[in-house]
Structure formats: C-alpha cells, structure tokens
C-alpha cells in the first residue's frame, strides 16, 4: 500500500518559518519527480515546487520563490519543504505529490502526480 505521509502543520506567524516532511512508504522515491501543492479554502489546488529525483534540478511557483526551498533525502525516502518568510497568503492545506518513475519534466499540474498524501494544514497568522 503507497503512503506519502505529511508531517504535523501548524500555526506560525507572519515572517516565520515552518519545515514540512513527506515519508514515502510503499514506493520508492529514488526514480520519482516528487512535488508539493497546496489548497487554501475555496481555491483550487496548486503548484508550490517539485524537484526532479536526482536532487539536482527545482521548480518553484514565483509567489514562493526564494522563500521556499523543497529538498529531498532518497535514502530516508523523504521529501522536504522549509518555508521561509511566511506570509498570511500561504495559509493552506499543504499535499506532497508523486510522479510516476522517470518523467524529467518538473510538472505544476495536478494530474500529472499519481500519488498523494493526505495533507497538513499549515496557518500563518498577520
């Protein structure tokens, strides 16, 4: 059974950081483009940033470039998402994503990832 499980969210304030994890088990993610999205109420799901399974390539929404650094540790089969500078406007349900094995393209869209975890909510506060 595949399971991308987040770890806890939380509430922050504005200007503070928050780091996500997604422990991959069931599939590996060493040959997996993995990605986060995020949903805030009301709003469609998007795209935040997706790193290829090398490790050596990243793609980020502008709206948390520079900001948010997605990483990835293949032999713990996890992927990470440390956000900095956190704003009122990232407050959302936070999802980690799959792709299937060895597609290069660093993908925004949601039908793309064939894998999902079940979402942590993260609130920053003004």
């Known amino acids: 059974q595949v399971q991308l499980v987040e770890s806890e969210g939380g509430l922050v304030q504005a200007g503070g950081s928050l780091r996500l994890s997604c422990a991959a088990s069931g599939l590996t993610i060493n040959s997996r483009t993995m990605g986060w999205f995020r949903q805030a109420p009301g709003k469609e799901r998007e795209f935040v940033a997706a790193i290829r399974w090398t490790g050596t390539s990243t793609n980020y929404v502008d709206s948390v470039r520079g900001r948010f650094t997605i990483s990835r540790d293949n032999g713990r089969n996890t992927v990470y998402l440390q956000m900095n500078s956190l704003q009122p406007e990232d407050t959302a349900v936070y999802y980690c994503?799959?792709?299937?094995?060895?597609?290069?393209?660093?993908?925004?869209?949601?039908?793309?990832?064939?894998?999902w975890g079940q979402g942590t909510q993260v609130t920053v506060s003004s």
């Open positions: 994503a799959a792709r299937p094995p060895y597609r290069i393209d660093l993908s925004p869209y949601v039908r793309e990832y064939d894998y």
